[in-house]
């Protein structure tokens, strides 16, 4: 069975910095595609990041120049680093593995993780 555990999010100033983790188990790690998608309240979800299984990057306009993702495949985990905070990236985070043709897209994954709360005060 895959499991997906985030972890990281938190209480954070506008302009501050957290760093999610979301530890993957259950399935040979470094042969998946990862994103990271997040949703606010009465919002709908939304595209983050994603690294492919052969690292290319991927990001949400929004938060481009700020937020980086990352995988350490030894440790099975992808990491999202979440710089220059800002109010509007309050959301529940969550990661997901697949293998996926389009990224920005929910389709393609079939694990989700059950997420990490991230909240930015102004």
């Known amino acids: 069975q895959v499991q997906l555990v985030e972890s990281g999010g938190g209480l954070v100033q506008a302009g501050g910095s957290l760093r999610l983790s979301c530890a993957a188990s259950?399935?040979?790690?470094?042969?998946?595609?990862m994103g990271w998608f997040r949703q606010a309240p009465g919002k709908e979800r939304e595209f983050v990041a994603a690294?492919?299984?052969?690292?290319?990057?991927y990001y949400a306009d929004s938060v481009k120049g700020r937020f980086t993702i990352s995988r350490d495949n030894a440790k099975n985990t992808v990491y999202l680093q979440m710089n220059s905070l800002k109010p509007e990236d309050t959301a529940v985070y969550r990661c997901?593995?697949?293998?996926?043709?389009?990224?920005?897209?929910?389709?393609?994954?079939?694990?989700w993780g059950q997420g990490t709360q991230v909240t930015v005060s102004s």
């Open positions: 259950g399935r040979t790690f470094s042969s998946y595609d």
């Open positions: 690294i492919s299984r052969s690292d290319a990057t």
């Open positions: 997901a593995i697949g293998r996926v043709l389009v990224y920005r897209t929910t389709g393609g994954y079939d694990y």
